[in-house]
């Protein structure tokens, strides 16, 4: 890559039976200059990287119906802003444009349900926790893993080293076993609420 012009490629994958790759963490700097490259990427990743979300958090996107369902490779050379550039590209070839807009949806409350739980787990000293992070760093693992936009109302406001285990039961879901989870280790629990979230929502142009 550090032997490249500056270029940028989007364009249907040549790499279909290759694993889906994501955009999460695109950006490689090299010499000052974004060097990276993506194959067989889901087209909402892309999406979300072009207008600022978290590229594998789709619970806050809103999708036409008739999306692309196509994977692209992504190829970035230039000493430009990603999101502009992808956005541009989004829209000129194949017809996508996205802007914010707030929205009544399904979501759920996260709420601090038994602080001793959770002052038990955060004196817990685990090399393996996810390392000072805040709260609302944690919140889009949980919309990626859950499928809808949460909301932090726990209060908490410091930053932790965080860390969880949910293998499921007999008959369990992964959804569920992590909703348990975060209450039996963390002592947060989720209330489904519907409320105005600010939404991506995204339109064709063609």
């Known amino acids: 890559l550090n032997k490249l012009p500056e270029a940028i490629v989007l364009r249907p994958t040549k790499c279909p039976k290759e694993p889906p790759d994501s955009v999460a963490g695109f950006g490689t700097t090299i010499d000052g200059c974004i060097k990276d490259v993506r194959v067989n990427v889901d087209i909402r990743e892309l999406i979300n990287l072009a207008y600022g979300m978290d590229p594998l958090d789709m619970a806050r996107s809103q999708f036409p119906k008739d999306l692309p369902r196509e994977h692209f490779d992504f190829l970035f050379t230039m000493p430009r802003?990603?999101?502009?550039?992808?956005?541009?590209?989004?829209?000129?070839?194949?017809?996508?444009?996205?802007?914010?807009?707030?929205?009544?949806a399904d979501a759920l409350l996260l709420k601090l349900a038994d602080l001793k739980t959770w002052e038990r787990h955060i004196n817990q000293k685990n090399q393996d926790a996810m390392q000072k992070e805040t709260i609302d760093d944690f919140i889009p693992f949980l919309e990626w893993r859950i499928g809808k936009p949460v909301v932090n109302q726990t209060g908490l406001t410091g930053n932790y080293d965080l860390q969880m285990q949910w293998p499921s039961r007999a008959g369990e879901s992964d959804k569920n076993a992590l909703v348990r989870a975060l209450s039996e280790q963390l002592g947060l629990e989720l209330v489904p609420t519907n409320t105005p979230i600010e939404m991506l929502v995204v339109e064709k142009t063609k």
């Open 81 to 104: 802003d990603v999101k502009e550039v992808l956005r541009n590209e989004l829209e000129t070839r194949i017809g996508l444009t996205a802007h914010r807009e707030n929205l009544d």
